[in-house]
């Protein structure tokens, strides 16, 4: 009896954590993504302006 109880609790658990678990994950990869775009936007303009024209 308590044994169920207890996989109960441990899927309401893990029903409550994945959704934003897998929030962070998307945020942080989109996060990760802007970074490395600034990071080559940069580099890029950095580049160009010290490229001679």
Do not use: E, N
């Not at 044994?3 to 994950?25: A, E, I, K």
């Amino acid at each position: 009896m308590s044994h169920s109880t207890h996989r109960l609790g441990l899927s309401r658990q893990t029903l409550f954590l994945g959704p934003s678990l897998s929030l962070s994950l998307s945020l942080s990869l989109s996060l990760l993504k802007t970074i490395i775009f600034l990071r080559l936007f940069v580099a890029v303009a950095l580049a160009y302006t010290a490229s001679p024209r």
